[in-house]
T-cell receptor
Framework: NAGVTQTPKFRVLKTGQSMTLLCAQD?????MYWYRQDPGMGLRLIHY???????AKGEVPDGYNVSRLKKQNFLLGLESAAPSQTSVYFC???????????????FGDGTRLSIL | LAKTTQPISMDSYEGQEVNITCSHN???????ITWYQQFPSQGPRFIIQ???TKVTNEVASLFIPADRKSSTLSLPRVSLSDTAVYYC?????????????FGKGTKLSVIP
């Protein structure tokens, strides 16, 4: 049981390049999330998904796209990377609780992305 | 978006009890309050969650007043290994759609 696995762990890109970050979970969770973490900013939600085939925007979605084609995978794409997207990216997943509201999230160990 | 507010940092000596308070004025009716712990180069880790009054588990207690506009994470008898950043998480009802809002976190430093 690996929990939440993020690939790659580190990456350096040049401005304008594209790439996809992969998140995989083996806990059969319905919800998945992508966050970015910058110094002094805490974690900010980029996009999230409440189930296979559905995605929604979070607090800072601009410049990113996501896809949830399979329940266990959540992909974060940067079509044209910019230096402002240099950050640590975290993926998380959680169950759906019948009462709604937030639920404990399980996080991966992050992807460190630098854009030159 | 409604924000959560926590102290930026706290220092404590080993063996003391530490209380970290989070303010969340726009918490939604059905939202739970969740706290996470984060060590350097790792993702956040779930500590405790509650809806109202008091919740206790093997590592912490969570106190929530009746109006639910704040919450306090209590760590009993901290050790050096409790040095980390602690985040308070609640749902955000202010934007009209469901948003998750992390506070900026409280950096706890435990001193020998």
């Amino acid at each position: 049981n690996a929990g939440v696995t993020q690939t790659p762990k580190f990456r350096v890109l040049k401005t304008g390049q594209s790439m996809t970050l992969l998140c995989a979970q083996d806990m059969n969770h319905e919800y998945m999330y992508w966050y970015r973490q910058d110094p002094g900013m805490g974690l900010r939600l980029i996009h999230y998904s409440v189930g296979e085939g559905t995605t929604a925007k979070g607090e800072v979605p601009d410049g990113y796209n996501v896809s949830r084609l399979k329940k266990q995978n959540f992909l974060l794409g940067l079509e044209s990377a910019a230096p402002s997207q240099t950050s640590v990216y975290f993926c998380a997943s959680s169950y759906v609780y019948s009462r709604g509201g937030n639920q404990p999230q399980h996080f991966g160990d992050g992807t460190r992305l630098s854009i030159l | 978006l409604a924000k959560t507010t926590q102290p930026i940092s706290m220092d404590s000596y080993e063996g003391q009890e530490v209380n970290i308070t989070c303010s969340h004025n726009n918490i939604a009716t059905n939202d739970y309050i969740t706290w996470y712990q984060q060590f350097p180069s790792q993702g956040p880790r779930f500590i405790i969650q509650g809806y109202k009054t008091k919740v206790t588990n093997e590592v912490a207690s969570l106190f929530i007043p009746a109006d639910r506009k704040s919450s306090t994470l209590s760590l009993p008898r901290v050790s050096l290994s409790d040095t980390a950043v602690y985040y308070c998480l609640v749902g955000d009802s202010g934007a009209g759609s469901y948003q998750l809002t992390f506070g900026k976190g409280t950096k706890l430093s435990v001193i020998p």
